[in-house]
C-alpha cells in the first residue's frame, strides 16, 4: 500500500541512517518491510555477526580450500591474526609506496625513457577492482601515468588497446595481475603484449612487473626472465575481494592515487560496520537485511545500480562479481540445493532515464534499485547556469529524486545512497561497505561467499573444448586434401556427442585464416564439410 506524504516523511526519519564519521548515509525507508521485520531478523543478525567476527579472527571461512578470509586485515594489519600476516601486509604496503615513487621519479624507467603508461593485464577480479578505482578517481590532467587494460582474451580487443599504445611502448610499464598465474586469459594477454613489444624492438621482461601467488607459474616466469619486480597475492584473498591488496593499490598508487585515503575509507567503514549491538545503526547491516526482505531470502528480485554520477559507471560492474560470484551458489552449507544469488545489473544516471527505466518503471516488478547520490557536482568552482539559477549537475541531482520518486509512485521499492563526493575515502568506504554487506547476507541465506565452484567448472569445459580442437585440427590435418563432416570428424576422433560443438570449432576456424582450415560445402550443420587447406 502506497503511503501519503505524510507517512512517507515519517518512514524516511526512521529508516534513514547518517554516518558522518564515513560521509554516507543509507536510506532504507523505501523497502516495503513490515516494522517488526528488524525484531524478526535480529537473531539471524546476531549469529552473522558472530560469523564475522569470527572470520576476522582467522577462522577457516573457506572449507572448500582450507583458506582463512582476510581482505578486512589489508586495511587494518593490526588486527591480522598472526604477525606473520600483519608483517606481509605492511612490507607489502611500504613497498608498492617505494616503488610508485621510484617510477615517478623515473629512478625505474623503460627504454624509452621515465613511464607515463600503465598496461594492466588481468581478468576478473584482477581487473575489475583497479578498473573501478582508476575511472571513479583518476583524471586526465593528474594522474601520474595513463592507465590501459587488457580484460579479456579477446584478439580484436587487445588490439584496439595496443593501438593507442603505438609507438609509446618504452614508455609503457606492464603490471600482469594472477594469483595461480596460470590463469589463460591473463596468460594470453601476456604473451600478446610481449609479442607486441618485440615488433617494436623492445625487451618485454624489462617493462614488466608481477602481482602474484609466491611459487605461481607466473611468479616462476618471472623471476627466470628478471622481471622489474614482483609483488604478492596471498591465498586468504579472494580475487574479488583484492582491491586493496596490491591488485588495486599497486596500479592506484602508479596512477597518483592516494592510496592511504582509499584504505583510511575502508577501515573507518569496516570499524562502524562491525559494530554488533545495534543492527539498525549498522549500514552494512541494513544493505543486507534490506536484500533479504525484498528477494524473500532467495534472491528472487534483481538489484539495480544507479550511480547519478559519471564515475562510478563502473560500479555495477564490480559490483556484479563481488555480489554474483559470492552470493551464487548451487548448494548451501549444509550441501541443501537451494540454487542462490542475486543478479546485479546497471549502468548509470541519468543515462538509464533514456534506456531502461521505462521497463523499471512500468514493466517487470522484479528488482529493486539502489541509487547512490554524490551530493558534489564537481571538483572546481566554476559552475555554468543553464537555466534560470540551475545548473547542469541541479538536472542530475533533479532526475535523480524524480526518477527515484517515479519508481516509488509505481509500486517499486528501493534504497538511496548518499556521499558526499567521489574521493579515495568515499570509494574506500563504499567498497568496504559493500563488502561486509555480501558477508552478512551470505550468513542470513547459510551459503559459502568465499570459493566460486561454478567458475572453476566453466573453466574445466573449456578446456575440454580446447582439446576437442586440438583433436579436430590434427585429423583434418593428418587427412589435408579431404573433406569431412562434422559428424564423420567426431567418429574419427572418438568423441560421440560433441557434433554441435566441433561444429562451432570448425566455424571459428575457418574464419580466421592463421589455422588454414577451409570450408568445402555449405548446408545445414550436418550438411557442411571442412577440410585442411
Not at 536510506?27 to 524478526?40: A, E, H, K, L
Not at 614508455?171 to 601476456?190: A, Q, Y
Not at 548518499?418 to 551459503?447: D, H, M, Q, W
Amino acid at each position: 500500500m502506497k503511503l501519503t506524504n505524510e507517512q512517507l516523511w515519517a518512514r524516511f526519519q526512521k529508516y534513514y541512517l547518517d554516518c558522518p564519521a564515513l560521509g554516507l548515509a543509507v536510506d532504507i525507508s523505501r523497502m516495503n518491510f513490515p516494522d517488526d521485520f528488524f525484531p524478526s531478523m535480529e537473531q539471524r543478525m546476531q549469529d552473522a555477526f558472530a560469523e564475522m567476527a569470527a572470520l576476522e579472527r582467522g577462522a577457516i571461512a573457506n572449507p572448500d580450500e582450507n583458506r582463512m578470509v582476510g581482505h578486512y586485515w589489508l586495511r587494518n594489519p593490526a588486527r591480522s591474526p598472526t604477525l606473520e600476516i600483519r608483517t606481509a601486509i605492511e612490507i607489502t604496503l611500504a613497498d608498492i609506496r617505494r616503488f610508485a615513487n621510484l617510477v615517478h621519479r623515473g629512478d625505474i624507467r623503460g627504454a624509452g625513457g621515465s613511464f607515463r603508461q600503465l598496461l594492466i593485464i588481468g581478468i576478473g577480479g584482477s581487473a575489475l577492482g583497479p578498473q573501478f578505482v582508476a575511472h571513479a578517481l583518476g583524471s586526465p590532467r593528474e594522474d601520474k601515468m595513463a592507465v590501459f587494460f587488457f580484460d579479456n582474451t579477446d584478439p580484436d580487443g587487445m588490439d584496439k588497446v595496443l593501438a593507442q599504445l603505438h609507438g609509446k611502448l618504452g614508455t609503457t610499464l606492464c603490471l600482469v595481475i594472477s594469483k595461480s598465474g596460470g590463469t589463460k586469459e591473463t596468460r594470453n594477454g601476456m604473451l600478446e603484449a610481449k609479442a607486441a613489444y618485440e615488433r617494436a624492438g623492445l625487451k618485454f621482461d624489462s617493462h614488466a612487473v608481477a602481482v602474484t601467488g609466491k611459487d605461481s607459474e607466473l611468479d616462476k616466469y618471472a623471476t627466470s626472465h628478471g622481471w622489474i619486480h614482483r609483488f604478492p597475492m596471498w591465498d586468504w584473498v579472494g580475487g574479488r575481494t583484492s582491491v586493496l591488496s596490491a591488485v588495486g593499490l599497486l596500479p592506484a598508487a602508479l596512477q597518483g592515487i592516494q592510496i592511504e585515503e582509499l584504505l583510511a575509507g575502508a577501515s573507518k567503514c569496516d570499524e562502524m560496520t562491525r559494530v554488533s549491538s545495534n543492527t539498525q545503526n549498522n549500514p552494512s547491516a541494513l544493505l543486507s537485511l534490506a536484500w533479504f526482505y525484498s528477494g524473500n531470502g532467495k534472491g528472487i528480485k534483481d538489484m539495480v545500480i544507479l550511480p547519478y554520477k559519471d564515475r562510478l559507471e563502473l560500479f555495477s560492474k564490480y559490483l556484479q562479481q563481488l555480489i554474483m560470484e559470492s552470493l551464487g551458489k548451487e548448494l548451501d552449507r549444509s550441501k541443501r540445493t537451494v540454487n542462490q544469488g542475486i543478479a546485479v545489473y546497471g549502468n548509470k544516471g541519468s543515462t538509464d532515464q533514456h534506456a531502461y527505466v521505462q521497463q523499471l518503471r512500468d514493466g517487470l516488478n522484479n528488482y529493486f534499485a539502489t541509487f547512490i547520490e554524490v551530493l558534489n557536482d564537481r571538483a572546481n568552482a566554476t559552475e555554468v547556469i543553464v537555466d534560470k539559477d540551475i545548473t547542469s549537475g541541479d538536472y542530475l541531482s533533479g532526475f535523480f529524486l524524480g526518477t527515484r520518486q517515479a519508481l516509488y509512485d509505481g509500486g517499486r521499492e528501493s534504497v538511496t545512497i548518499t556521499i558526499p563526493k567521489v574521493c579515495p575515502f568515499s570509494v574506500g568506504v563504499l567498497i568496504a561497505l559493500y563488502e561486509r554487506a555480501v558477508g552478512f547476507y551470505a550468513s542470513l541465506i547459510n551459503v559459502n561467499a568465499y570459493h566460486q565452484p561454478g567458475v572453476e567448472a566453466g573453466k574445466k569445459a573449456a578446456e575440454s573444448i580446447l582439446k576437442l580442437q586440438s583433436n579436430t585440427m590434427q585429423f583434418l590435418k593428418e587427412n589435408s586434401g579431404r573433406a569431412f563432416t562434422v559428424e564423420q570428424i567426431s567418429t574419427a576422433i572418438n568423441a560421440p556427442g560433441t557434433e554441435e560443438a566441433i561444429f562451432k570449432i570448425c566455424e571459428h576456424l575457418t574464419a580466421n585464416s592463421i589455422h588454414r582450415i577451409g570450408k568445402s560445402s555449405t548446408g545445414t550443420p550436418a550438411e557442411c564439410s571442412y577440410q585442411a587447406i
